[in-house]
């Protein structure tokens, strides 16, 4: 397997424009994860998805952010309007079902760097 | 809810020295942690993980860690670094249920020649 896909890697964006943000998770994952890093606050989850189902979006920072998953082999994560603050690295990460209860480790994508301009 | 504290925001060491990075946990149920490494421009890769069992455990590039549930710490240790583990270190945990990983600020281990 090629691991977990992200597209773009870079995205450079004026203010007030839509980004969407793509993410290819490993084929048989049940668990699909969105988390923003920056400087100042590391890792933040986002969302996560089990089943293309969204199971806790808590980590979303306001209503400009929105994730879809339509599909087993494909998510989204939209930022409409964008702003300057929301410039980050976006990570996508998935993870196998675990099963009997037993935690397995995420697998994350390279990363989309996004720029707000 | 459960979250991480790494203490160490950089951590400097000498090439061939040994590093210990820190990494205390709060939960109030059974945990599963992880430490990953992330190195430049990169997504994170996975060093190790404690699910169950032995508290010491072993990882790639040498690295291994400690669970100590009385002290609530998870701890990363490598007897020897080498420059190549220059990189940034983050400590996990997540439990059974959730299935929420949450992540530590993060540890920047620099290895100086």
């Known amino acids: 397997d090629a691991g977990v896909i992200q597209s773009p890697r870079h995205e450079v964006t004026e203010m007030g424009q839509e980004v969407t943000l793509r993410c290819k998770p490993i084929?048989?994952?049940?668990?699909l994860f969105w988390y923003r890093q920056t400087m100042m606050r590391g890792l933040e989850l986002l969302i996560y998805?089990?089943?293309?189902?969204?199971?806790?979006d808590s980590g979303m920072p306001e209503d400009r952010f929105s994730a879809k998953m339509p599909n087993a082999s494909f998510s989204t994560l939209k930022i409409q309007p964008s702003e300057p603050r929301d410039s980050a690295v976006y990570f996508c990460?998935?993870?196998?079902?675990?099963?009997?209860?037993?935690?397995?480790?995420?697998?994350f994508g390279q990363g989309t760097r996004l720029t707000v301009v | 809810a459960q979250s991480v504290t790494q203490l160490d925001s950089q951590v400097p060491v000498f090439e061939e020295a040994p590093v210990e990075l820190r990494c205390n946990y709060s939960?109030?149920?059974?945990?599963?942690l992880f430490w990953y490494v992330q190195y430049p421009n990169q997504g994170l890769q996975l060093l190790l993980k404690?699910?169950?069992?032995?508290?010491l455990v072993k990882g790639i590039n040498g690295f291994e860690a400690e669970f100590n549930k009385s002290q609530t710490s998870f701890h990363l240790r490598k007897p020897s670094v080498h420059i190549s583990d220059t990189a940034e270190y983050f400590c996990?945990?997540?439990?059974?249920?959730?299935?929420?990983?949450?992540f530590g600020t993060g540890t920047r281990l620099k290895v100086l020649a």
């Open positions: 939960s109030s149920v059974s945990v599963y």
């Open positions: 990460a998935s993870s196998p079902s675990p099963g009997t209860g037993v935690g397995t480790e995420a697998f």
């Open positions: 084929s048989g994952h049940d668990y």
């Open positions: 404690y699910l169950s069992g032995s508290t």
């Open positions: 996990a945990v997540t439990t059974s249920g959730t299935y929420k990983y949450i």
């Open positions: 998805f089990n089943n293309n189902v969204p199971i806790d």
